[in-house]
């Protein structure tokens, strides 16, 4: 069996399938999904995400949210999380980075936010000395406040596409055309939201929405507001989402979203103020890019003092992901950072209101 088989055979009994449904199977299956049975970063892998660039990426994120925790009064204990921790890179480089920090360690429940059995095993293993809980749903968060950090986690998210025909919106689905999984439309219902944007869109545009991102995001909002805390969100993507941005790579190649189902990483660009609405009533950040925000927070510094006293060769690799991580050309810009905190207090630092 493969996941081609197991979606012709379900578009075959149930009709076609929205471009989430689509994208829930070929992340999640339980048995072919993408990130169900596979690591799939690194040079050998599909994709590269910021923390395996470089470990100054985690720490700096570390630093900010420590930060974060001291200037809210750092009163008992608190909750640390990550949402689609991948290989744990990052939360490891946090909690070196952090672990001089007096008390915040000691009062820190380390939460892990992950759908994926085989990256759960490979979380383990690089946080075994750290004692991470997992939880699969976001609503099972403690009730206490939350420092949270979400790289490249909402783009996985599945999303919906909709495409305008005068002044209708047609969702877009996917069906079976002479054996080959293709996109074909179907006739919605113009609700609400979907109104909303026939002011800024015209005949033929496609816009996206992330239902589960929307649940997610409001609960991290609840907490944060409720508890108080933190939130980094960092993702490709702008202030609204507009046109199609679902892509798919594999071996670090785009290939076409429906040609290898399971086998290729989906995403899609994240709509940052989706997310700043339905986090309500806390604040976000200025949206941000993630040059700017880790150039703020000191990595220019740092990459000086790691390449101190470094063979050459080493000292050039430290250059090449710094620039990597802040070049506007590189991730710099095309990366932004979403900082989520309560009413009465500031964002964390890299961050302006
Ligand atoms: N943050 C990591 C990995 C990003 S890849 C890094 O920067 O390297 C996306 C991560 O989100 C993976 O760990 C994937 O298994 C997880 N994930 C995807 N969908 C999820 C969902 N619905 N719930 C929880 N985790 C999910």
Not at 235 to 258: E, F, M
Request: with cysteine.
């Amino acid at each position: 069996m493969t996941l081609k088989k197991i979606l012709a055979k379900r578009i075959k009994t149930q009709g076609s399938i929205s471009v989430a449904e689509f994208m829930e199977e070929c992340l999640l299956h339980p048995e072919f999904g993408y990130y169900t049975k596979r690591d799939p970063f690194g040079h050998h892998g599909d994709f590269i995400t910021a923390p395996e660039i470089s470990q100054m990426f985690g720490e700096l994120i570390g630093l900010s949210l420590a930060q974060a925790w001291i200037n809210q009064g750092q009163s008992g204990s608190f909750t640390l999380a990550e949402a689609g921790p991948g290989r744990g890179t990052l939360m490891v480089d946090v909690l070196r980075a952090t672990r001089n920090i007096p008390g915040f360690q000691d009062a820190a429940q380390l939460v892990l936010i992950e759908a994926s059995d085989h990256l759960r095993t490979v979380q383990a293993r690089t946080l075994k000395d750290h004692n991470p809980t997992w939880i699969k749903h976001i609503e099972d968060l403690p009730e206490q406040p939350l420092f949270l950090i979400a790289n490249e986690f909402f783009d996985a998210l599945p999303i919906r596409q909709f495409q305008r025909d005068r002044d209708q919106w047609w969702e877009r689905h996917i069906h079976m055309s002479s054996g080959k999984l293709a996109f074909t439309h179907v006739t919605t219902s113009n609700h609400s939201e979907l109104k909303k944007r026939l002011i800024d869109t015209k005949d033929g545009d496609i816009i996206e929405s992330r239902p589960d991102s929307q649940r997610i995001v409001a609960t991290i909002g609840t907490r944060i507001s409720r508890y108080g805390g933190s939130a980094l969100i960092i993702d490709y993507g702008n202030w609204r989402s507009h046109g199609d941005t679902l892509q798919a790579v594999k071996q670090h190649q785009w290939v076409h979203p429906l040609s290898a189902p399971g086998e290729s990483d989906l995403t899609s660009h994240v709509d940052f103020e989706a997310l700043a609405l339905e986090a309500v009533p806390c604040k976000h950040s200025e949206l941000t890019s993630q040059g700017i925000f880790l150039k703020r927070l000191g990595i220019d510094l740092r990459a000086q003092q790691l390449a101190q006293n470094t063979h050459p060769t080493k000292k050039k690799e430290i250059f090449a992901a710094y620039d990597r991580l802040t070049h506007p050309d590189q991730c710099g810009h095309i990366f932004k950072v979403l900082g989520l905190f309560p009413e009465d207090e500031a964002p964390p630092p890299g961050l302006t209101e």
